[in-house]
Nanobody, 118 residues
Framework: QVQLVESGGGLVQPGGSLRLSCAASGSLFAIYDMGWYRQAPGKQRELVAQITDGGVTNYADSVKGRFTISRDNAKNTVYLQMNSLKPEDTAVYYC????????????WGQGTQVTVSS
């Protein structure tokens, strides 16, 4: 059984910051890339940022320069530092990890709400 548990969401004013965390637990053999996705009401889920086990990162254009993804491989944890938040960043943020347990597959967290509003 694999679990991804997210934390750190909440309500913040425009221009503010939040830090999301996602910890993977269970019978893990290897984790390749980990990432953050978001889904706003009425919109499709989209990639925000991802990071490989070697530290190579990829960001959506809309968050470049404002968000930073990082990971602690020893703790099987990925972080998303979000600065200069805008109302359009409001969404449910989901963590995803590509994990090997006999075969490779994607696992998702339950999601954490981020609301940017004055």
């Amino acid at each position: 059984q694999v679990q991804l548990v997210e934390s750190g969401g909440g309500l913040v004013q425009p221009g503010g910051s939040l830090r999301l965390s996602c910890a993977a637990s269970g019978s893990l053999f290897a984790i390749y890339d980990m990432g953050w996705y978001r889904q706003a009401p009425g919109k499709q889920r989209e990639l925000v940022a991802q990071i490989t086990d070697g530290g190579v990162t990829n960001y959506a254009d809309s968050v470049k320069g404002r968000f930073t993804i990082s990971r602690d491989n020893a703790k099987n944890t990925v972080y998303l530092q979000m600065n200069s938040l805008k109302p359009e960043d409001t969404a449910v943020y989901y963590c995803k990890a590509h994990i090997f347990r006999g075969s490779w597959r994607d696992y998702w967290g339950q999601g954490t709400q981020v609301t940017v509003s004055s």
